[in-house]
């Protein structure tokens, strides 16, 4: 049913991946999908940690990638799980992914506080 799940990673929150991640694992053991993270570093954050400068972009996007996949190698999915980092719009970063990747699914945590019981 699903061959390609795409589960966006705010790399600064980790309650966007502590159920997702998982969930998305659950689904590629039972479809064989295979899993892609994504983290979208915004023009915003690049404006004011790398004020454009080279080294320091290509700083914030190695830090990223690796953290991905320090995170990736947490879980043990079907197939390998693929990260990816990109730069921009958040959800038009997501969404780009998603339409080259051919991606099926994304699995997504709700974005703000949670409401208590």
């Not at 799940?5 to 999908?33: K, M, N, Y």
């Not at 190698?73 to 339409?99: C, F, M, W």
């Amino acid at each position: 049913m699903y061959s390609r799940i795409l589960v966006p990673i705010d790399l600064d929150d980790p309650s966007s991946w502590q159920e997702t991640v998982p969930a998305a694992v659950a689904l590629a053991r039972s479809f064989g999908s295979e899993i892609a993270l994504i983290h979208v570093v915004s023009d915003l954050v690049l404006q004011l940690e790398a004020e454009w400068s080279g080294l320091a972009l290509r700083r914030i996007l190695e830090t990223a990638r690796a953290k991905l996949g320090l995170l990736a190698n947490q879980y043990d999915s079907p197939k390998e799980i693929s990260v990816h980092v990109a730069t921009g719009s958040i959800y038009r970063g997501i969404l780009d992914l998603a339409e080259r990747e051919n991606v099926d699914l994304i699995v997504m945590a709700p974005r703000g506080p949670r409401p208590s019981c």
